[in-house]
């Protein structure tokens, strides 16, 4: 399962990279943003800069995927920008500097199932939690990395809470690997049709404990450290 180094983006040079990923993936093959907003054949946005980057590279080197860790600043969130009702009210009474948004999830085509019909590179089918013994073939080694160490370094900024936005069977998928999340309020239009979440990483880290992924070396090295804590 350990085909990937999983790691925080420091060089330009790999960013650089992450951003030309996200627009064959957002803007050619999904269309959910505009050719005419990049120009340079690169998907970016002022967001990034206050941003945590994390990509996920194959043992040639070569860039699987990435996910973008979406800090607070004089911006706000990114989810702030599309939701047309607040999302800071009384059922999230937290500090923005406890919150990250996790976004820009991405995987390149070469390594999913199906290739094209599925962008997060598992077959999205009717299985729940309950049953993981019977479909760890959904399981995403990508996905569980990328957001492993999201985890790893939300815990090591002192965060508490993630923000995202997801269509359905994204949150399927994270669900499927123990990221879980609860609506923040109705569907909003946000490069397509997705619903705010809010995940809480205390009961996000019960949750994948329970999955039993115990066996599998990709949960110790992301989990298991913090049980020592």
């Known amino acids: 399962m350990l085909n990937f180094i999983f790691k925080l983006v420091k060089s330009a040079r790999l960013l650089e990279e992450i951003y030309r990923l996200r627009f064959e993936v ?7 943003i505009s050719c005419e907003d990049c120009p340079d054949g690169k998907e970016k946005d002022k ?16 860039l699987a995927g990435a996910v973008r860790l979406a800090l607070d600043s004089p911006y706000g969130f990114p989810i ?3 939701c047309h009702y607040p999302i800071f009210n009384h059922k999230v009474e937290l500090s923005r500097k406890n ?19 599925d962008p997060y590179h598992v077959v999205i089918a009717n299985e729940s939690r309950n049953n993981l013994k019977e479909c760890k073939c959904n399981i995403s080694p990508i996905l569980f990395g990328l957001y492993g160490l999201a985890y790893q370094e939300s815990k090591r900024r002192g965060l508490t809470h993630w923000l995202a936005a997801m269509e359905d069977s ?21 490069y397509g049709e997705v619903t705010p ?33």
């Open 80 to 82: 702030e920008e599309h």
């Open 99 to 117: 919150l990250l948004e996790i976004s820009r999830l991405v995987i390149s085509r070469d390594y999913r199932i199906g290739k094209w019909d």
């Open 197 to 229: 979440y809010l995940g809480e990483l205390s009961e996000i880290e019960k949750s994948v404990r329970g999955l039993k992924l115990a066996s599998e070396d990709i949960f110790h090295r992301f989990f298991e450290p913090a049980s020592s804590n």
């Open 170 to 190: 994204l949150f399927r998928l994270v669900a499927l690997h123990g990221f879980i999340f609860s609506p923040l309020g109705a569907p909003i239009d946000y």
């Open 26 to 32: 957002y803007v050619k093959e999904n269309g959910f």
């Open 47 to 62: 967001f990034d800069e206050h941003s945590i980057h994390i990509a996920a590279i194959d043992k040639r080197g070569i």
